[in-house]
Protein backbone atom coordinates (compact mmCIF):
# COMPACT_ATOMS: atom_id res chain seq x y z
CA UNK A 1 0.00 0.00 0.00
CA UNK A 2 1.12 3.39 -1.32
CA UNK A 3 1.56 5.79 2.10
CA UNK A 4 -0.88 8.47 1.82
CA UNK A 5 -0.06 11.39 0.79
CA UNK A 6 -2.19 13.16 4.14
CA UNK A 7 -3.68 11.50 6.92
CA UNK A 8 -6.74 13.66 8.75
CA UNK A 9 -8.40 12.06 12.09
CA UNK A 10 -11.89 12.81 12.18
CA UNK A 11 -13.43 12.82 15.86
CA UNK A 12 -15.76 14.57 17.81
CA UNK A 13 -18.66 14.72 19.78
CA UNK A 14 -21.19 12.21 18.54
CA UNK A 15 -24.14 13.92 16.42
CA UNK A 16 -21.72 16.95 15.78
CA UNK A 17 -21.40 15.42 11.80
CA UNK A 18 -18.60 13.45 11.69
CA UNK A 19 -20.62 11.21 9.01
CA UNK A 20 -21.54 14.58 7.16
CA UNK A 21 -17.37 15.50 7.26
CA UNK A 22 -16.68 12.06 6.34
CA UNK A 23 -18.76 11.53 3.13
CA UNK A 24 -18.16 15.04 2.39
CA UNK A 25 -14.18 14.24 2.29
CA UNK A 26 -14.99 11.05 0.38
CA UNK A 27 -17.01 13.29 -1.86
CA UNK A 28 -13.80 15.27 -2.44
CA UNK A 29 -11.39 12.05 -3.58
CA UNK A 30 -10.16 11.26 0.02
CA UNK A 31 -9.80 7.50 1.29
CA UNK A 32 -12.31 6.90 4.09
CA UNK A 33 -11.61 4.82 7.16
CA UNK A 34 -14.55 4.62 9.93
CA UNK A 35 -14.73 3.47 13.28
CA UNK A 36 -11.66 1.46 13.10
CA UNK A 37 -10.65 -0.33 17.11
CA UNK A 38 -7.44 1.42 17.84
CA UNK A 39 -5.02 -1.76 17.38
CA UNK A 40 -5.99 -1.39 14.07
CA UNK A 41 -5.40 2.10 13.82
CA UNK A 42 -2.28 1.68 15.14
CA UNK A 43 -1.46 -0.88 12.61
CA UNK A 44 -2.69 1.18 9.71
CA UNK A 45 -0.69 4.12 10.33
CA UNK A 46 2.41 2.34 11.04
CA UNK A 47 2.43 0.41 7.94
CA UNK A 48 5.45 1.32 5.56
CA UNK A 49 4.79 1.74 2.42
CA UNK A 50 4.79 -1.59 -0.65
CA UNK A 51 8.59 -2.16 -2.12
CA UNK A 52 8.68 -0.20 -5.45
CA UNK A 53 5.73 1.46 -4.78
CA UNK A 54 6.95 5.74 -4.74
CA UNK A 55 3.77 7.27 -6.11
CA UNK A 56 1.70 9.32 -3.81
CA UNK A 57 -1.52 8.26 -3.23
CA UNK A 58 -4.94 9.67 -2.06
CA UNK A 59 -5.32 11.18 1.22
CA UNK A 60 -6.58 9.24 3.81
CA UNK A 61 -9.25 10.58 6.90
CA UNK A 62 -9.88 8.47 9.23
CA UNK A 63 -13.16 8.25 11.85
CA UNK A 64 -12.58 7.97 15.49
CA UNK A 65 -15.54 8.44 18.21
CA UNK A 66 -16.11 7.49 21.69
CA UNK A 67 -17.98 4.35 20.74
CA UNK A 68 -15.04 3.31 18.68
CA UNK A 69 -13.68 0.12 20.06
CA UNK A 70 -10.81 0.35 22.65
CA UNK A 71 -11.35 3.99 22.49
CA UNK A 72 -8.77 5.64 24.50
CA UNK A 73 -8.25 9.20 23.98
CA UNK A 74 -5.03 9.54 25.60
CA UNK A 75 -3.75 6.98 23.72
CA UNK A 76 -4.36 8.26 20.49
CA UNK A 77 -2.95 11.58 20.70
CA UNK A 78 0.65 9.14 22.09
CA UNK A 79 0.04 7.14 18.63
CA UNK A 80 -0.49 9.63 16.41
CA UNK A 81 2.57 12.02 18.85
CA UNK A 82 5.11 9.05 17.71
CA UNK A 83 4.24 8.91 14.34
CA UNK A 84 4.74 12.69 13.97
CA UNK A 85 7.96 12.50 15.81
CA UNK A 86 9.11 9.86 13.20
CA UNK A 87 8.75 11.82 10.64
CA UNK A 88 6.75 9.34 8.49
CA UNK A 89 3.25 10.61 7.63
CA UNK A 90 1.31 14.08 7.87
CA UNK A 91 -1.60 13.68 10.21
CA UNK A 92 -3.78 16.17 11.28
CA UNK A 93 -6.69 15.91 13.88
CA UNK A 94 -10.12 17.45 13.07
CA UNK A 95 -12.50 17.92 15.94
CA UNK A 96 -16.20 18.44 15.62
CA UNK A 97 -17.72 20.37 18.86
CA UNK A 98 -20.70 20.98 19.47
CA UNK A 99 -22.78 22.92 22.54
CA UNK A 100 -24.80 20.07 24.71
CA UNK A 101 -27.91 21.97 24.40
CA UNK A 102 -27.80 21.14 20.57
CA UNK A 103 -26.76 17.88 20.85
CA UNK A 104 -29.37 17.11 22.80
CA UNK A 105 -31.82 18.79 20.47
CA UNK A 106 -30.85 16.40 17.54
CA UNK A 107 -30.39 13.10 19.25
CA UNK A 108 -34.76 14.43 20.45
CA UNK A 109 -35.44 15.27 17.30
CA UNK A 110 -33.86 12.32 15.11
CA UNK A 111 -35.09 10.30 18.03
CA UNK A 112 -31.75 8.58 17.59
CA UNK A 113 -30.37 7.08 21.05
CA UNK A 114 -27.00 8.16 22.28
CA UNK A 115 -24.23 5.75 21.64
CA UNK A 116 -23.08 6.14 25.32
CA UNK A 117 -26.56 6.18 26.68
CA UNK A 118 -28.72 3.79 24.77
CA UNK A 119 -31.22 2.94 27.55
CA UNK A 120 -30.49 6.52 29.28
CA UNK A 121 -31.01 10.48 28.43
CA UNK A 122 -29.71 11.31 25.83
CA UNK A 123 -28.04 13.80 27.73
CA UNK A 124 -26.22 11.46 30.18
CA UNK A 125 -24.21 10.23 27.12
CA UNK A 126 -23.62 13.49 25.96
CA UNK A 127 -21.98 14.72 29.32
CA UNK A 128 -19.89 11.56 29.53
CA UNK A 129 -18.52 11.14 26.09
CA UNK A 130 -17.93 14.86 26.37
CA UNK A 131 -15.21 14.21 29.39
CA UNK A 132 -14.03 11.03 27.38
CA UNK A 133 -12.73 12.75 24.15
CA UNK A 134 -11.50 15.75 26.06
CA UNK A 135 -8.01 15.26 25.89
CA UNK A 136 -8.62 15.18 22.57
CA UNK A 137 -10.56 18.85 21.98
CA UNK A 138 -7.78 20.03 23.75
CA UNK A 139 -4.44 18.58 21.75
CA UNK A 140 -6.36 18.52 18.54
CA UNK A 141 -5.22 21.62 16.16
CA UNK A 142 -8.09 21.88 13.74
CA UNK A 143 -11.35 22.63 15.41
CA UNK A 144 -14.90 22.89 13.93
CA UNK A 145 -17.74 24.19 16.34
CA UNK A 146 -21.03 22.89 14.54
CA UNK A 147 -23.44 23.92 17.14
CA UNK A 148 -24.86 26.94 14.40
CA UNK A 149 -24.48 24.70 11.30
CA UNK A 150 -26.70 22.46 8.66
CA UNK A 151 -25.11 19.55 7.10
CA UNK A 152 -24.82 22.04 3.77
CA UNK A 153 -22.97 24.32 6.19
CA UNK A 154 -20.18 21.88 7.73
CA UNK A 155 -19.70 20.17 4.17
CA UNK A 156 -18.84 23.61 2.72
CA UNK A 157 -16.68 23.90 5.46
CA UNK A 158 -14.85 20.75 5.13
CA UNK A 159 -15.24 21.18 0.95
CA UNK A 160 -13.20 24.44 1.35
CA UNK A 161 -10.51 23.43 4.03
CA UNK A 162 -9.88 19.93 2.72
CA UNK A 163 -9.78 20.41 -1.43
CA UNK A 164 -7.06 19.17 -3.01
CA UNK A 165 -6.69 20.22 -6.84
CA UNK A 166 -6.68 16.71 -9.20
CA UNK A 167 -9.08 14.97 -6.70
CA UNK A 168 -13.10 14.95 -6.49
CA UNK A 169 -13.24 17.22 -9.91
CA UNK A 170 -16.88 16.65 -11.03
CA UNK A 171 -17.47 14.16 -14.07
CA UNK A 172 -18.23 16.42 -16.75
CA UNK A 173 -19.68 15.31 -19.60
CA UNK A 174 -20.48 17.18 -23.17
CA UNK A 175 -23.22 15.88 -25.22
CA UNK A 176 -24.77 16.53 -28.68
CA UNK A 177 -28.18 15.44 -29.52
CA UNK A 178 -30.93 15.87 -31.63
CA UNK A 179 -34.31 17.70 -30.32
CA UNK A 180 -36.15 15.41 -32.91
CA UNK A 181 -35.20 12.40 -30.82
CA UNK A 182 -36.13 13.72 -27.32
CA UNK A 183 -34.38 15.92 -24.39
CA UNK A 184 -31.11 14.27 -22.85
CA UNK A 185 -32.63 13.32 -19.45
CA UNK A 186 -29.81 13.47 -17.59
CA UNK A 187 -28.33 17.58 -18.58
CA UNK A 188 -27.72 19.60 -16.27
CA UNK A 189 -27.36 22.90 -19.11
CA UNK A 190 -28.78 22.54 -22.46
CA UNK A 191 -27.95 24.80 -25.54
CA UNK A 192 -30.39 24.99 -28.73
CA UNK A 193 -27.97 25.29 -31.45
CA UNK A 194 -30.94 25.46 -33.94
CA UNK A 195 -30.23 28.87 -34.71
CA UNK A 196 -27.16 28.48 -36.43
CA UNK A 197 -27.03 27.83 -40.27
CA UNK A 198 -27.86 24.53 -41.33
CA UNK A 199 -25.70 22.15 -43.15
CA UNK A 200 -28.44 19.45 -43.80
CA UNK A 201 -29.39 21.91 -46.52
CA UNK A 202 -26.03 21.59 -48.40
CA UNK A 203 -26.33 18.52 -50.29
CA UNK A 204 -22.71 18.18 -50.31
CA UNK A 205 -22.45 19.01 -46.73
CA UNK A 206 -25.61 16.42 -45.57
CA UNK A 207 -24.48 13.49 -45.93
CA UNK A 208 -21.44 14.58 -43.05
CA UNK A 209 -21.17 15.36 -39.27
CA UNK A 210 -20.01 18.43 -37.58
CA UNK A 211 -16.66 16.69 -36.87
CA UNK A 212 -15.84 17.17 -40.62
CA UNK A 213 -14.27 20.28 -41.75
CA UNK A 214 -16.15 21.66 -44.16
CA UNK A 215 -19.40 20.90 -41.64
CA UNK A 216 -17.68 22.86 -38.91
CA UNK A 217 -16.36 25.55 -41.63
CA UNK A 218 -20.16 25.74 -42.52
CA UNK A 219 -21.63 26.27 -39.18
CA UNK A 220 -18.77 28.92 -37.87
CA UNK A 221 -19.60 31.07 -41.13
CA UNK A 222 -22.85 32.04 -39.40
CA UNK A 223 -22.33 35.48 -38.26
CA UNK A 224 -24.08 34.49 -35.03
CA UNK A 225 -21.81 31.82 -34.10
CA UNK A 226 -18.89 33.32 -32.43
CA UNK A 227 -20.61 35.58 -30.15
CA UNK A 228 -22.69 33.15 -29.20
CA UNK A 229 -20.78 29.59 -28.92
CA UNK A 230 -17.55 32.54 -27.08
CA UNK A 231 -20.41 33.60 -24.60
CA UNK A 232 -21.26 30.05 -23.72
CA UNK A 233 -17.39 29.36 -23.54
CA UNK A 234 -17.07 32.30 -20.89
CA UNK A 235 -20.43 31.25 -19.34
CA UNK A 236 -19.12 27.48 -18.24
CA UNK A 237 -16.11 28.76 -17.51
CA UNK A 238 -17.88 30.70 -15.26
CA UNK A 239 -20.10 28.33 -13.42
CA UNK A 240 -17.72 24.93 -13.33
CA UNK A 241 -15.78 26.05 -10.97
CA UNK A 242 -19.06 27.31 -8.51
CA UNK A 243 -20.68 23.35 -9.16
CA UNK A 244 -17.57 21.96 -8.27
CA UNK A 245 -17.40 24.43 -5.36
CA UNK A 246 -20.96 23.29 -4.19
CA UNK A 247 -19.71 19.53 -4.40
CA UNK A 248 -21.94 18.97 -7.60
CA UNK A 249 -20.19 15.13 -8.94
CA UNK A 250 -21.74 15.39 -12.27
CA UNK A 251 -22.16 18.30 -14.33
CA UNK A 252 -24.00 17.07 -18.17
CA UNK A 253 -23.71 19.90 -20.73
CA UNK A 254 -25.90 19.27 -23.87
CA UNK A 255 -26.19 21.34 -27.22
CA UNK A 256 -28.92 19.97 -29.57
CA UNK A 257 -29.98 20.80 -32.99
CA UNK A 258 -32.52 19.35 -35.02
CA UNK A 259 -30.86 16.05 -36.01
CA UNK A 260 -27.87 15.78 -33.60
CA UNK A 261 -25.34 15.36 -36.42
CA UNK A 262 -24.30 18.45 -37.69
CA UNK A 263 -24.45 21.89 -35.67
CA UNK A 264 -24.78 20.00 -31.69
CA UNK A 265 -22.02 17.93 -32.67
CA UNK A 266 -19.38 20.73 -33.77
CA UNK A 267 -20.12 22.72 -31.20
CA UNK A 268 -19.85 20.20 -28.56
CA UNK A 269 -16.59 19.16 -30.06
CA UNK A 270 -15.52 22.83 -29.63
CA UNK A 271 -16.94 23.63 -26.17
CA UNK A 272 -14.80 20.29 -24.71
CA UNK A 273 -11.89 21.57 -26.19
CA UNK A 274 -12.17 25.09 -24.57
CA UNK A 275 -13.04 23.45 -21.42
CA UNK A 276 -10.05 21.14 -21.78
CA UNK A 277 -7.77 24.27 -22.19
CA UNK A 278 -8.94 25.74 -19.03
CA UNK A 279 -8.04 22.28 -17.61
CA UNK A 280 -11.34 20.54 -16.84
CA UNK A 281 -11.43 17.00 -18.23
CA UNK A 282 -14.66 16.79 -20.23
CA UNK A 283 -15.84 13.57 -21.75
CA UNK A 284 -17.75 14.20 -25.74
CA UNK A 285 -20.61 11.84 -25.85
CA UNK A 286 -22.91 12.73 -29.54
CA UNK A 287 -25.81 10.50 -28.69
CA UNK A 288 -27.39 10.39 -32.00
CA UNK A 289 -24.06 10.84 -34.57
CA UNK A 290 -24.93 7.22 -35.50
CA UNK A 291 -28.55 7.35 -35.65
CA UNK A 292 -29.92 7.26 -39.68
CA UNK A 293 -30.64 10.27 -41.27
CA UNK A 294 -34.78 10.90 -40.81
CA UNK A 295 -35.40 14.05 -43.58
CA UNK A 296 -38.44 13.95 -42.40
CA UNK A 297 -37.05 15.89 -39.36
CA UNK A 298 -35.36 18.93 -41.79
CA UNK A 299 -38.15 19.21 -44.04
CA UNK A 300 -39.55 22.31 -42.36
CA UNK A 301 -39.79 25.80 -44.83
CA UNK A 302 -37.70 27.09 -41.81
CA UNK A 303 -35.12 25.38 -42.28
CA UNK A 304 -34.44 24.70 -38.52
Known amino acids: MTPPSQILLVTGMSGAGKST ?27 EAALGRDETSR ?26 SAGRHDISVLFLDCASDELARRYDETRRRHPLAADRPAREGIERERALVDPLRRWAAGLIDTSYYTSAD ?19 TVMSFGFSRGLPRDADLVFDMRFLRNPHWDPALRPGTGIDAPVADYVAQDPA ?23 KSYINIAFGCTGGRHRSV ?19 VHRDLAALQQGTFEDRPDGQ
Not at 29 to 45: A, K, M, Q, S, Y
Not at 61 to 69: E, P
Not at 225 to 247: F, M, N
Not at 266 to 284: K, M
Open 154 to 172: LAQAIRRRFFHPGLGEPAI
Open 59 to 84: PLAIGIGANTRDFDAEAIVRLVDRLR
Open 21 to 47: ALNTLEDLGWEIVDNLPLFLLDRLLSA
Open 225 to 247: YEPAVSRIEDLLLLLLPRYRAEG
Open 266 to 284: HVAERVAARLRSAAFSPTV
